[in-house]
């Protein structure tokens, strides 16, 4: 009888082994409605919304310019900023010690150079700036 038991664990595992190798697509079956929900979250997210209206808006803000516009705390704009960064529906630039975060990089060009003081610009910083003045919209 245990002969029986242990032929039968071993067929069990061949056959499970056999499906998992020719059919890696059941693999994903437990987990799909998760990805599904991610990217519809990704996508209708409200605290998202709200920081590209802001960002939008603005033309061009820092970081701790969206906490304090959105009143929502630093770990949750920083996750949301990274994120719709990732997604590609905002852009950022480092400008002297500051992160600026736009969508339009023509305002928000306008938008730094009327803000600092083009003097205390490094030359690098003065050409990123004009590249994205020059971006087409």
């Given at each position: 009888?245990?002969?029986?038991?242990?032929?039968?664990?071993?067929?069990?595992?061949?056959?499970?082994?056999h499906?998992?190798?020719?059919?890696?697509?059941?693999?994903?079956?437990p987990?799909?409605p998760?990805?599904?929900?991610?990217?519809?979250?990704?996508?209708?997210?409200?605290?998202?919304?709200?920081?590209?209206?802001?960002?939008?808006?603005?033309?061009?803000?820092?970081?701790?310019?969206?906490?304090?516009?959105?009143?929502?705390?630093?770990?949750?704009?920083?996750?949301?900023?990274?994120?719709?960064?990732?997604?590609?529906?905002?852009k950022?630039?480092?400008?002297?010690?500051?992160?600026?975060?736009?969508?339009?990089?023509?305002?928000?060009?306008?938008?730094?150079?009327?803000?600092?003081?083009?003097g205390?610009?490094?030359?690098?910083?003065?050409?990123?700036?004009?590249?994205?003045?020059?971006?087409?919209?």
């Amino acid at each position: 009888m245990p002969a029986v038991a242990i032929a039968t664990g071993v067929a069990a595992v061949a056959g499970l082994s056999h499906l998992v190798s020719n059919r890696r697509e059941l693999l994903l079956v437990p987990i799909a409605p998760i990805i599904s929900r991610i990217k519809t979250a990704s996508a209708d997210d409200p605290v998202r919304k709200e920081i590209l209206r802001v960002v939008e808006q603005m033309g061009a803000v820092t970081l701790s310019q969206i906490v304090k516009l959105t009143k929502k705390s630093w770990g949750a704009v920083q996750w949301h900023v990274y994120v719709l960064e990732r997604e590609g529906r905002l852009k950022s630039v480092k400008i002297g010690p500051f992160t600026y975060y736009f969508t339009n990089p023509r305002t928000a060009a306008e938008i730094i150079l009327s803000s600092v003081d083009p003097g205390s610009l490094s030359l690098e910083d003065r050409e990123k700036l004009d590249i994205m003045a020059s971006a087409v919209s």
